[in-house]
């Protein structure tokens, strides 16, 4: 069955970096696109970025956009989030998702939480 497996949220300061991780299984991960969700308190999902199979054609949310990288190793199963320059806005629960929309995902993780204070 589908898995996903997220990693790497934590608590830094605005202007901070963090780097997400997804570790992926039960799909053929090579062929998905694949994407990075967000949840802040008490509002909707969000799509921040995905990324096709072969990592050549990328979206952003322009919120995100040139602050945040995504990418994915295909040899490990893997997506990645690169966080820079982070704003306190960016506090949210974090998932990666697999067949999703811009508001919702088939599947996806139990997340990571990602907190921006100073």
């Known amino acids: 069955q589908v898995q996903l497996v997220e990693s790497g949220g934590g608590s830094v300061q605005p202007g901070g970096s963090l780097r997400l991780s997804c570790a992926a299984s039960?799909?053929?991960?090579?062929?998905?696109?694949m994407h990075w969700v967000r949840q802040a308190p008490g509002k909707g999902l969000e799509r921040v970025s995905y990324i096709d199979g072969s990592g050549t054609s990328i979206y952003y949310v322009p919120s995100v956009k040139g602050r945040f990288t995504i990418s994915r190793d295909n040899a490990k199963n893997t997506l990645y989030l690169q966080l820079n320059s982070l704003k306190t806005e960016d506090t949210a629960m974090y998932f990666c998702g697999y067949i999703c929309s811009s508001t919702s995902c088939q599947y996806r993780g139990q997340g990571t939480q990602v907190t921006v204070s100073s």
């Open positions: 039960g799909f053929s991960f090579s062929n998905a696109w």
